[in-house]
């Protein structure tokens, strides 16, 4: 079955999946795409079929492709999410620390605080040059579960 590929104003590609057994898939391209956008039809097989970085793909010479620069962003922008609680929750181990004088567990925690902050930055991220590395680029030791996996 083919698909109708165009980008949106956000710079996100849309892919249509015609349903209509009554109309072409020019017919419905014409119908479905917004005026003045440039189209591609693509056969099911050209889409890819992981879509942990759905948001970063791009049209490439009439083909799919996942933009990495964009992929890399929308890890940092995952990490900063999932650490926002994360941090939070080491903030009260913290004041823990504080209010019974445990130097040890302040040096932990502040630690473990730094490394939330430095987690998006990480060289893993920058490096990575498929979606494969960047998937493995999550740090399930500090961030928890990978959500691409």
Same mark, same amino acid.
Request: negative net charge; aromatic residues 4%; without cysteine.
């Given at each position: 079955?083919?698909?109708?590929?165009?980008?949106? =104003?956000?710079?996100?590609?849309? #892919?249509?999946?015609?349903? @209509?057994?009554?109309?072409? #898939?020019?017919?419905?391209?014409?119908?479905? #795409?917004?005026?003045?956008?440039?189209?591609?039809?693509?056969?099911? $097989?050209?889409?890819?079929?992981?879509? @942990?970085?759905?948001?970063?793909? *791009?049209?490439?010479?009439?083909?799919?492709?996942?933009?990495?620069?964009?992929?890399?962003?929308?890890?940092?922008?995952?990490?900063?999410?999932?650490?926002?609680?994360?941090?939070?929750?080491? =903030?009260?181990?913290?004041?823990?620390?504080?209010?019974? *004088?445990? $130097?040890?567990?302040?040096?932990?925690?502040?630690?473990?605080?730094?490394?939330?902050?430095? $987690?998006? @930055? $990480?060289? *893993?991220?920058?490096?990575?040059?498929? #979606?494969?590395?960047?998937?493995?680029?999550?740090?399930?030791?500090?961030?928890?579960?990978?959500?691409?996996?």
């Amino acid at each position: 079955m083919a698909k109708i590929i165009y980008t949106n =104003d956000n710079g996100n590609m849309v #892919v249509v999946t015609p349903v @209509s057994t009554e109309l072409t #898939v020019d017919e419905i391209a014409a119908k479905d #795409v917004p005026a003045g956008k440039s189209y591609t039809i693509v056969e099911d $097989a050209q889409v890819p079929t992981d879509r @942990s970085f759905r948001d970063a793909w *791009a049209l490439s010479d009439g083909s799919i492709q996942v933009d990495m620069t964009k992929a890399k962003d929308l890890m940092r922008d995952k990490i900063r999410e999932v650490r926002k609680d994360l941090l939070a929750d080491e =903030d009260v181990e913290f004041m823990r620390a504080v209010e019974t *004088a445990d $130097a040890d567990a302040q040096a932990t925690s502040a630690a473990r605080k730094q490394a939330l902050r430095d $987690a998006p @930055s $990480a060289s *893993a991220i920058s490096n990575a040059s498929d #979606v494969t590395a960047l998937k493995a680029a999550w740090d399930t030791s500090l961030l928890g579960v990978n959500p691409y996996i």
